[in-house]
């Protein structure tokens, strides 16, 4: 009888082995970033050769094997042509109506097909065959395998900050290829901060800091390179506080009366702060048409001053805000919200309002839950907000403050940590029950330098995805940590940086 390996929890099936010449008696081990849900592992290995084409029958995937081609070729030296005919390829590629969005699956017996149930979906496909093809000498392995493959979480992110410290696009790049070799489906791109607005404006030119900012056409091309890749890209413009970008290119817009004292907050105050807000978004969301979701930031907001300003004094008093500076920052993002939504997109935002408050925020708003501090977790949850989880611990990437591979496996969805002893969550922890109003989480670099920025997510990234891909049960640690050595070789290879974090500094210690 055939020996089978199951690399995850399911109930299997065995499929026959058939005899062809494509196929040799030679079992292959395979090592899948996050582990799938369903295999099936057979005795023999799928040959192929320079002379085996690929194909897919849908048009919207051809660009997929274009890129899925020039990795196999970076990756192993083979160099598999572009077929037109899919009865004649070794490789097929399509989208099967059948699947939900997320799910694919493959089925290696004399060829390699792959169904999936969208262009995503089989951008994650590409990434799984990517990690388990082999070369020896002349031949192209692939393993005799029945696999079917879905994340139980439906957000899987990586934030990177491009404010404190410019990236530049060939970085950013290098971190859309680690997201997509692990299967994360988000980027969020925190453009915007007190040190520098990234982005570009018509409207407002001299937002955009000389030297540290991105053109449209740059936008675009990331736009681009990402949704190749299965990766959507969230924009984020912060405000109302970490702001002094805003305000040092047009403080007699954005800024209070007394800015020098306060320079960090934009002016909540100003009919015409609402209409610059509103066009800046308008400008920046066409450029990120296949994102849903559009971000505000809106935690940290400094209100030193605020309350002096003349036009803050007369905004509250005409719209009934209770002289009260929390009322108006409440106020604030429920205005902005409303400026995201029209245009098509749905508001994110980082904790940052208490749960009290006589102005409502609204809950189409997706709460990013980091601190666990100014609305804890536990109540966005009791309170029927959505959540990305963030928790400061162990899922922020920050300098020395990063913690170890073990450590972020330890962690699971539903649990919400912290360093900083302000945090409730330092000394305890908050440990939810399973709810589908978390609908996945985020790791989040800040203030790295570029230089450091992708080795230090190499062999952290993979293991948060992991944890969330796969929530209710995980290979053993010291397994995963295996495959994640022989997938980070192939990486390596793939986008031409062999560079690793020690994983030992500062804060990288086991709990």
Same mark, same amino acid.
């Given at each position: 009888m055939k020996k089978t390996i199951f690399l995850s929890i399911g109930i299997l099936c065995l499929f026959s082995c058939q005899e062809t010449p494509n196929l040799k008696n030679k079992k292959l081990s395979v090592e899948i970033i996050p582990a799938p849900k369903e295999v099936?592992?057979?005795?023999?290995?799928l040959v192929l050769d320079n002379m085996s084409g690929m194909s897919s029958p849908d048009s919207e995937l051809v660009s997929l094997l274009e890129l899925f081609s020039s990795e196999l070729k970076a990756l192993t030296n083979f160099d598999l042509p572009i077929i037109p005919d899919p009865e004649q390829a070794a490789i097929i590629f399509q989208i099967d109506s059948t699947l939900i969005a997320d799910t694919y699956k493959i089925d290696i017996q004399n060829k390699v097909s792959v169904k999936a149930g969208s262009y995503q979906s089989a951008a994650m496909a590409r990434t799984t065959l990517l990690q388990m093809v082999k070369v020896e000498g002349e031949e192209l392995l692939f393993p005799q395998i029945d696999l079917t493959d879905h994340p139980d979480a439906q957000y899987r992110g990586l934030m990177i900050d491009l404010a404190r410290s410019w990236h530049s696009m060939e970085t950013v790049k290098k971190l859309i290829d680690l997201a997509s070799y692990y299967k994360t489906n988000y980027l969020q791109l925190h453009f915007t901060d007190d040190q520098s607005f990234t982005l570009p404006s018509k409207k407002y030119p001299k937002l955009s800091t000389p030297g540290r900012n991105y053109t449209f056409e740059d936008l675009k091309e990331l736009e681009a390179y990402s949704q190749a890749r299965g990766v959507t890209i969230i924009p984020e413009l912060e405000m109302p506080g970490h702001a002094k970008s805003f305000v040092d290119a047009y403080p007699e817009i954005f800024g209070i009366t007394d800015f020098e004292e306060n320079p960090y907050i934009i002016n909540m105050g100003k009919e015409k702060v609402y209409t610059a807000l509103e066009e800046l978004i308008a400008e920046i969301t066409p450029i990120f048409k296949s994102s849903p979701y559009f971000h505000i930031g809106g935690d940290e907001a400094r209100f030193t001053k605020v309350m002096d300003d003349p036009d803050v004094k007369s905004y509250i008093k005409e719209n009934n805000l209770d +002289?009260?500076?929390?009322?108006?920052?409440?106020?604030?993002?429920?205005?902005?919200?409303?400026?995201?939504?029209?245009?098509?997109?749905?508001?994110? +935002?980082?904790?940052?309002?208490?749960?009290?408050g006589k102005i409502k925020i609204p809950k189409d708003m997706i709460v990013f839950e980091f601190e666990s501090l100014y609305h804890l977790p536990d109540e966005l949850i009791e309170d029927g907000y959505t959540v990305v989880n963030t928790s400061w611990k162990p899922l922020y990437v920050v300098n020395e403050k990063k913690w170890e591979p073990e450590t972020i496996y330890n962690w699971n969805l539903w649990r919400f940590d912290n360093w900083w002893s302000q945090s409730p969550a330092m000394e305890n922890p908050i440990q939810l029950k399973e709810t589908p109003l978390i609908i996945g989480a985020q790791m989040c670099t800040w203030e790295q330098l570029q230089e450091i920025e992708f080795k230090s997510l190499r062999r952290r990234l993979p293991v948060m995805n992991e944890r969330i891909w796969n929530t209710r049960e995980n290979l053993p640690y010291d397994t995963f940590m295996q495959h994640l050595e022989r997938t980070d070789k192939k990486l390596s290879v793939l986008v031409n940086d062999s560079q690793q974090d020690s994983l030992l500094m500062g804060y990288n210690h086991k709990e």
């Open positions: 099936v592992l057979g005795e023999k290995a +002289n009260d500076v929390h009322e108006l920052y409440r106020h604030f993002l429920v205005r902005i919200n409303e400026a995201v939504k029209k245009q098509g997109k749905q508001t994110c +935002n980082w904790e940052g309002f208490a749960r009290k």
